[in-house]
């Protein structure tokens, strides 16, 4: 799935979207606040910021024990929310699981399978591009199942190699869990053809969509995912909510992952039975408004169309490449050919932390090093990078004042 040039700004005016965004006006040590953090956390827009404050101010009650007007109101809110998402997904809503993030999505789903399914001996495929919370449940479970982790290689400019990754398909695969889009190096991985070919073995397949999901239209149908993970607070919703996808069939067969209230059909002091999915899998009060908002989130990435901001985006990432490339010493670390809106670089001897101060002392929003991807960092040999990430809310002016910025940066670490 590739992020389209055509269809450009024309159809998406930039400077009213921004508009949208309080936050954008803030000033960082004075100077204008450019913000190019957005894949650690994307900024929300008004109508978001409205859910939450409405629900608050209108709505806030807890959902599911209604006897009364609120909690009634609250439920039918949450559960339309439920129904928002999935349909954004191509999804059903008994196939989504509200969590606290993509981290909570994928360790529920490695606890809850790997209790199932995955026994002493069975292997769980990842990449070497994961984010430390696509590697570190899958060891939990390997730990404690005595299975193995194998991991697909990646090529010099940061791609899977896929005929290593067909190498390591095996009747011993129990799971093979990937992410969509590189956070740190950008890179869109060829997801549809990853998990076919697992399917062909009979593999599930589980896909970490906290960089895709903002930026990409998803079809879980299409795709064939067996589960699919993302964040609300990457994609201009609230943080502390997240989705764990996971088709229906699987879910069924799946024991629970937290004991509480929510979670049983009945519960004596010798035996309790457990709910149908979703409320199998979402013991205890949820972050209702945090649904509610997400799903004010979607439809607001809906009304401003993934396309205008994927094109927007695609913009500014082939912008800023060019002038990137042209400082002397800067090394791009991520460069496959079908990329997301992410520029991971290092320059000659310069530390990413020194570099993320100074652009910081000039109003500008970076991350800087190891992204939770510390076994990438080693295969790249390096200890961290200064990364930019844009949302469709940036302007190649932004872009060219980081770059100005980043001159002064390097002049001064001289
Ligand atoms: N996977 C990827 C690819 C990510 O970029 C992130 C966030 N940096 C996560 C997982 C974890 O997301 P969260 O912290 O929202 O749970």
Redo the contacts with the bound molecule.
């Keep these: 799935m590739a992020i389209k040039a055509e269809k450009t700004r024309k159809n998406l005016d930039v400077e009213s979207i921004r508009k949208d965004f309080p936050i954008l006006q803030t000033k960082v040590h004075g100077k204008r606040l450019i913000y190019l953090d957005n894949?650690?956390t994307s900024q929300k827009p008004a109508q978001v910021l409205k859910a939450i404050n409405e629900y608050y101010t209108e709505t806030n009650s807890n959902v599911h024990r209604g006897a009364h007007f609120l909690s009634n109101k609250a439920t039918t809110l949450f559960e339309e929310a439920r129904n928002t998402i999935a349909a954004h997904l191509n999804a059903a809503p008994e196939e989504i699981i509200y969590t606290?993030?993509?981290?909570?999505?994928?360790n529920l789903a490695a606890y809850c399978y790997g209790e199932a399914f995955v026994k002493s001996g069975d292997e769980i495929v990842i990449s070497a591009m994961?984010?430390h919370?696509?590697i570190v449940p899958w060891q939990m479970i390997c730990e404690r199942k005595n299975a193995r982790l194998k991991v697909i290689p990646i090529t010099a400019s940061g791609e899977l190699k896929m005929e290593e990754y067909e190498k390591l398909l095996n009747a011993k695969t129990k799971l093979v869990a990937i992410?969509h889009?590189?956070?740190t190096l950008g890179t869109i991985n060829p997801v549809e053809e990853i998990i076919a070919l697992a399917h062909a073995k009979g593999i599930p397949a589980l896909i970490?969509g906290?960089?895709a999901v903002p930026h990409l239209k998803i079809d879980v149908k299409k795709l064939d995912a067996d589960f699919y993970?993302f964040?609300g607070?990457?994609a201009y919703g609230p943080t502390g909510i997240?989705i764990l996808y996971g088709k229906k069939h699987w879910l069924e067969q799946l024991p629970p992952y937290q004991g509480g209230g929510e979670m049983i059909k009945e519960v004596t002091f010798e035996k309790t039975t457990y709910n149908d999915p979703p409320l199998r899998f979402e013991a205890g009060t949820p972050n209702i408004e945090a649904s509610i908002a997400l799903a004010a989130a979607i439809n607001y990435i809906n009304a401003t169309g993934l396309e205008n901001m994927a094109a927007q985006e695609h913009e500014l990432l082939q912008y800023a490449t060019a002038k990137l490339q042209d400082i002397e010493g800067l090394r791009i670390i991520g460069t496959a050919k079908n990329k997301g809106s992410v520029i991971s670089f290092v320059v000659g001897g310069t530390h990413p932390a020194d570099i993320g101060v100074l652009l910081d002392q000039q109003g500008i929003a970076v991350r800087t090093g190891h992204?939770?991807t510390q076994p990438l960092m080693r295969i790249f040999g390096i200890p961290g990078t200064v990364r930019a990430s844009f949302a469709f809310y940036n302007t190649l002016e932004e872009v060219d004042i980081f770059v100005k910025a980043l001159n002064t940066a390097l002049g001064m670490l001289k």
């Design positions: 894949a650690a606290r993030g993509t981290t909570e999505s994928i994961e984010h919370s696509n992410t889009i590189s956070n970490d906290a960089q993970c964040s607070h990457k997240g992204h939770c």
